[in-house]
């Protein structure tokens, strides 16, 4: 996957993942069911995305993530943008910011509301 172009927000990450993975590839993420999407990835996609645009800094997405954030579980990101790219897979709603705030909570981010 070519990883020169780097997303600046959420809906940015849909656009290009569906510009960067193959019809076969869309095909296997949305068989999967949306509880076993984010495991089935982890390995693969969700890597990529964590390590391309999540720990990369001059990803607008990844700045956003490290500087706003502020939480350890940049895992639980790249979970949270594949789950919302399943979604989009088949029509579902989004639920961005749902899915992000989820994403926050298991990342650690429980520990800054404290």
């Not at 969700?46 to 997405?61: A, Q, V, Y």
């Not at 943008?81 to 994403?103: C, F, P, V, W």
Request: with cysteine.
């Amino acid at each position: 996957m070519n990883n020169t172009v780097k997303p600046i927000d959420y809906h940015h990450a849909i656009i290009l993942l569906d510009e960067l993975l193959s019809n076969d590839q869309k095909v296997e993420i949305s068989k999967c069911s949306e509880q076993e999407v984010g495991l089935k990835m982890h390995f693969t996609l969700g890597l990529w995305i964590r390590n391309n645009w999540i720990n990369d800094i001059s990803s607008p997405l990844g700045c956003h993530i490290q500087k706003n954030e502020l939480v350890m579980g940049y895992d639980s990101y790249s979970t949270a943008i594949i789950i919302i790219y399943h979604r989009h897979l088949n029509g579902k709603d989004l639920n961005i910011e749902e899915e992000i705030e989820k994403a926050y909570m298991e990342g650690g981010g429980w520990m800054n509301n404290n």
